[in-house]
């Protein structure tokens, strides 16, 4: 019980830091090991900017597991292509030739606008959604390319809810063969939702789901890892765009993996997301007492914990 009263405390740090943001904010936070969950906001919908990139390198790693596609296969990146924002293809001088699997890194890496929008259209926007509505997502969405302004007015925003991307980096992680606790304790929020598969059976398959986590995998930066020591692996793709901020990932602590999916808009004061870094830093440090600790709460040398 000692464990359930610790997190109660994180709990409140959390909704405390998020009750006096200006904007809106929306997380969903989930131990792997325990089930323990914090939500704000959780199911509502919210522009996501580039962390939409998760399910298109999915949908091109099932594409290619399918035989749809190689990730091998040399794509030319011609002038036309080349999309405004963040990335480096677009400052090349010269046409370049790359692979798909280039691209993928490109897109997640540096969250490049002209390789995602090659992949978007390698994988099919279509198929991104299929995939989405495959493992039960309803209000996570790919409705337009990167720096599509026009769509975006018209109401075409790329979408998800803090709920459905933790579930998503769930699906992932035990899609991967990671364990995972897939119920939460009494007293926790609960997934809610709509309809959704265990894993990723059918979807996505065990080599892809892994070869998706050691793409995200991949140092860059980010609001989640901002405070975060750089020895900690974290799996995710943030998003930012203007009055908006998000991240979604996998904090990989040693024992005790974590997700963390956070939203925010209509930020005035905060353009490059620092409550949502700063909430990032305080739910690793509790997490981190945790994974040292015994059931009874003593802190202990990891070698002697058992995992």
């Known amino acids: 019980m000692s464990a359930e009263l610790f997190w109660e405390r994180l709990r409140v740090k959390v909704e405390e830091r998020t009750a006096s943001f200006d904007g809106t904010v929306g997380l969903f936070i989930k131990d792997l ?20 990139k998760i399910p298109i390198l999915m949908t091109l790693y099932r594409a290619a597991g399918e035989g749809r596609l190689s990730l091998d296969a040399p794509v030319t990146v011609r002038p036309e292509d080349k999309t405004p924002g963040s990335g480096v ?13 280039d691209l993928a ?34 209000h996570t969405r790919l409705r ?5 302004q026009e769509a975006a007015a018209a109401g ?14 769930q699906l992932l992680y035990q899609g991967a063969g990671m364990p995972a606790s897939s119920d939460a304790p009494a007293g926790a929020a ?25 793409v995200l995998k991949k140092p860059k930066d980010g609001v989640i890892r901002r405070y975060l020591p750089p020895e900690i692996p974290v799996a995710h793709k943030t998003g930012g765009l203007e009055g908006v901020r998000a991240d979604v990932g996998i904090v990989l602590v040693p024992g005790r993996p974590y997700i963390f999916a956070g939203m925010t808009n209509y930020c005035v004061h905060d ?15 509790y997490l981190r007492v ?16 058992r995992r």
């Not at 790329?158 to 998503?168: D, G, I, Y």
């Open 190 to 214: 609960t997934t809610g939702g709509s309809a959704k598969p265990a894993d990723l059976a059918g979807i996505l398959d065990t080599a892809a789901c892994r070869e998706v986590l050691a």
């Open 33 to 52: 090991s325990a089930g323990f969950e914090i939500s704000v906001n959780p199911d509502t919908v919210f522009a996501i900017g580039s962390s939409i």
């Open 105 to 138: 890194n490109l897109m997640i890496l540096l969250s490049d606008n002209t390789a995602t929008n090659l992949c978007i259209d390698l994988a099919g926007m279509d198929d991104v959604n299929s995939l989405l509505d495959a493992a039960g997502f309803t």
């Open 271 to 285: 353009a490059d997301g620092s409550m949502l870094a700063e909430v990032s830093r305080v739910v690793f440090e």
């Open 144 to 148: 337009r390319k990167m720096i599509d």
């Open 290 to 305: 945790l994974s040292r600790s015994t059931a009874a709460g003593r802190m202990l040398p990891e070698k002697y914990l």
């Open 89 to 101: 293809l677009q400052h090349l001088d010269d046409p370049v030739t790359l692979t798909v699997r």
């Open 156 to 169: 075409r925003e790329n979408t998800s809810t803090p709920r459905e991307a933790a579930r998503l980096m």
